[in-house]
Every structure is written in C-alpha cells, then in structure tokens.
C-alpha cells in the first residue's frame, strides 16, 4: 500500500519547485521498512514551499494511513560521490 501511494503521489512532486528526484528504496534487512529519498534544491524548497503546499496535503492523504507512527524526517547534504 505504501508503494502504491508514493507512485500515486510523484507527480505531486514532480511539479513541486525545487524537486530534483524522488527514490523509494526498500530496506532487505527489516521487512516493511523504507527509504524515500526525496532531493531538493533547497532546504526553504521542501520545508516552507513544498510543505505549506496542498499538493503536499495530497501526498499525505496518498500515505498517511500506512504510519503507525509519524515518519522520521532527515536533512542531509552530498559530501562524497563515487559516480
């Protein structure tokens, strides 16, 4: 179901400002747990534009029902890259 509702919810960040790529990962060691990593231009991009948005809205009404408890949210910026 999770799945399902982050395809559904792509294009609500294709068109959000500032979205660079969005991944969905699945983690092989804890079954049922994910990785969704979402790249912003900016900080401002995802946390004041993005979030404030009803397009974010909607990408929570594709996802909500699937947390048992609120999703932890990480910011982090590329220090190193192989490729």
Request: with cysteine; hydrophobic share 40%.
């Amino acid at each position: 179901a999770f799945e399902q509702g982050v395809a559904k919810a792509v294009p609500y960040f294709n068109k959000a400002r500032g979205c660079r790529r969005l991944e969905l990962r699945e983690v092989f060691e804890i079954p049922g747990l994910y990785h969704l990593m979402v790249e912003w231009e900016t900080l401002d991009d995802h946390m004041l534009v993005f979030r404030n948005s009803e397009d974010f809205q909607k990408w929570r009404e594709c996802v909500a029902h699937c947390f048992s408890t609120p999703p932890v949210v990480i910011h982090s910026a590329q220090v190193i890259s192989g490729f």
